[in-house]
């Protein structure tokens, strides 16, 4: 066969294998989504409930975090990660088996420096810039406030 | 039963395009996941501090709330609620307050967790 370089590139392409990083993403897409629609279906079940807004507002992520804790004690969160990805680390379902799941393994180290320790090892950064971001937004917001701009 | 749909779509789409920039990045850099959480919830808070984020909200409901962009979001939303009714404190206490709910609940579950299963063998 005679190819140049131009047709050959074309050409294996065609035969090379499906980009992994496409098929991330597009499981990411997916799982990623049908939680964030779990959450909405939630959502929308307890307001129809009758629960008011506010609560429904701590309400919905709370169950969110409850069903990934469960799904993390079972093993079966660690099944759906590894074909989603960021998927199910992304939405608050990541924070909670960022903490349940080392709470769990180091129950050995005993209830203090492993369970209670450790629970905190990625949920604690996450925790603490959250919570430093909300201070230096609180300290301009102040100021936005008494100027009368917002 | 139309809207619901289309409710319905746009939280799928919202939420699914938060999880694939975090395996974008993921897939093309070198940042690991605990620095994506990390970074989407200072980005929440951000992104609502400008604005941005509160009409996405609006528009996709849980599609923007349940990404950790989101609990950027409640941070920031705390934090102006608590500076209104008490001033330049409620920088101090706002973030917390509005994201008590979610911490409380993992911590607890996370507790529970390990009382009632048994961890994986250290490999």
Redesign the interface.
Known sequence: MNLDANTYQVYAKGYGKKSPVLRDCACAFLVGGIICCIAEGLYRLYLHLGIPETNVRILTPVSMVTLAALLTGFGWFDKIAKFAGAGTLVPITGFSNAVVSPAIDTKAEGFVLGVGAKMFIIAGPVIVYGTLASVVWGVIYYFLHRGGIV | MREICI??LL??????????I???????TKIT??R???S???A???L??VGVYEPLVKLA???A????T???YS??R???S???DR??V???T???T??A???T???T??????L?????P?T
């Open positions: 409710d319905f939280v799928f789409a919202v939420g699914g395009g938060f999880c694939v975090a395996q974008l990045l993921i897939d093309y996941p605990a994506i959480l990390v989407y919830v200072v929440g808070v951000i609502t501090a409901g849980c599609g709330s349940t990404p950790l989101g609990f950027g941070l920031a705390g934090v102006e608590a500076v209104r001033g330049l409620g920088a101090l706002g973030g917390l509005g994201t709910g979610g911490i609940a993992a911590m579950c996370g507790f529970i967790a390990a009632v299963f048994r961890g994986k250290k």
